[in-house]
């Protein structure tokens, strides 16, 4: 217990290169998920992001069994996988089973991939619950680059993507292209849900991607201040988690999640007081 709080120790480790760059990726991933966090939770897209998280892990597999950046093979895994799910769920009524369907194929081959690979089992276990030792300068550009076309992207599809959100039959009646909407923003999600599992991890970038942006939505229903407040969550509990995991070394999701709950149960009681006032 000691070790979880010695912050000398953090400080000491805070000094070193890996760790700083662990940190500027973390606070551009913070941005991507609280900015595209609120339209996930109007959607009610948690299910699809685990989904494309957790195919993220498949194309990080491959890219291990041949020998390639992980991140650029969790990248390719997440856009195929958010393709796949947009193309196929047209229907609503469907959406979760299509979901499950390809999940559990993407997961079988990124089992498979994994047997397959012969190095270390670090390697493997970094996949699933982020290894920030595994963030460098290139995975910063990578993500740098990713990071400024995704919001690029977003600014430009703005307004129509909020209509679509709120209301999306009054939305499609108007002659917005919702289809092609949902497509591209599924591909956004893609792209920022892969930059996330080096970090953060398959298994809990969901927390970093909807748990910030749902305590935000419970505080406001105004979109610019649930979006402000979504980046200010994601942003200390990525940052915080990393901060916190340094000393004991415990995997970086174990806090990231804890903080992203307890900032959501925070926010429950903030509007339960609000509604009994």
Same mark, same amino acid.
Request: one cysteine or more; proline letters at 4%; aromatic letters at 6%.
């Given at each position: 217990m000691?070790k979880?709080?010695?912050?000398?120790?953090t400080?000491?480790?805070l000094?070193?290169?890996?760790?700083?760059?662990?940190?500027?990726?973390?606070?551009?991933?913070?941005?991507?998920?609280?900015?595209?966090?609120?339209?996930?939770?109007?959607?009610?897209?948690a299910?699809?992001?685990?989904?494309?998280?957790?195919?993220?892990?498949?194309?990080?597999?491959?890219?291990?069994l041949?020998?390639?950046?992980v991140?650029y093979?969790?990248?390719?895994?997440?856009?195929?996988?958010a393709l796949v799910l947009?193309?196929?769920a047209?229907?609503?009524?469907?959406?979760?089973?299509?979901?499950?369907?390809?999940?559990?194929f993407?997961l079988?081959?990124?089992?498979?991939?994994?047997w397959?690979?012969?190095?270390?089992?670090?390697?493997?276990?970094?996949?699933?619950?982020?290894?920030?030792?595994?963030?460098?300068?290139?995975?910063?550009?990578?993500?740098?680059?990713?990071?400024?076309?995704?919001?690029?992207?977003l600014?430009?599809?703005?307004?129509?993507?909020?209509?679509?959100? +709120?209301?999306?039959?009054? *939305?499609k $009646?108007r !002659? /917005?292209? %919702?289809?092609?909407?949902? #497509?591209?923003f @599924? +591909?956004?999600?893609?792209v *920022?849900? $892969?930059? !996330? /599992?080096? %970090?953060v991890?398959a298994? #809990?970038v969901l @927390?970093l991607?909807?748990?910030? *942006?749902?305590a935000?939505?419970?505080i406001t229903?105004?979109?610019l201040?649930?979006?402000?407040?979504?980046v200010v969550? *994601?942003?200390?509990?990525?940052l915080?988690g990393?901060?916190?995991?340094?000393?004991?070394g415990?995997p970086?999701?174990?806090?990231?999640t804890?903080?992203?709950?307890?900032?959501y149960?925070?926010?429950r009681v903030?509007?339960?007081?609000?509604?009994?006032?």
């Open positions: 000691d979880l709080f010695d912050f000398d120790e400080i000491e480790v000094q070193y290169g890996f760790v700083r760059d662990a940190l500027i990726a973390a606070a551009i991933l913070g941005l991507l998920a609280g900015v595209l966090g609120p339209f996930i939770v109007s959607r009610n897209m299910f699809s992001v685990h989904g494309t998280s957790e195919l993220a892990v498949t194309g990080g597999a491959a890219a291990l041949v020998g390639v950046g991140g093979g969790a990248l390719a895994g997440s856009i195929i996988a947009g193309l196929l047209r229907r609503g009524s469907e959406h979760d089973s299509v979901i499950g369907v390809v999940l559990a993407g079988g081959l990124g089992v498979l991939f994994l397959m690979y012969p190095g270390r089992a670090s390697n493997k276990f970094g996949l699933l619950v982020g290894q920030i030792v595994g963030v460098d300068s290139a995975s910063i550009v990578l993500l740098s680059v990713c990071a400024v076309v995704v919001l690029g992207v600014a430009f599809i703005y307004r129509p993507l909020m209509f679509a959100s +709120v209301d999306p039959d009054v *939305a $009646a !002659g /917005v292209p %919702t289809g092609p909407l949902s #497509l591209i @599924a +591909v956004l999600v893609g *920022a849900t $892969a930059l !996330g /599992v080096q %970090t991890g298994l #809990l @927390a991607m909807v748990t910030p *942006a749902a935000a939505c419970r229903a105004n979109p201040r649930a979006t402000i407040l979504s969550f *994601a942003e200390v509990a990525v915080g990393i901060i916190l995991s340094l000393a004991p415990v970086v999701s174990a806090f990231v804890a903080i992203s709950f307890l900032i149960i925070a926010a903030v509007s339960r007081v609000r509604a009994a006032a």
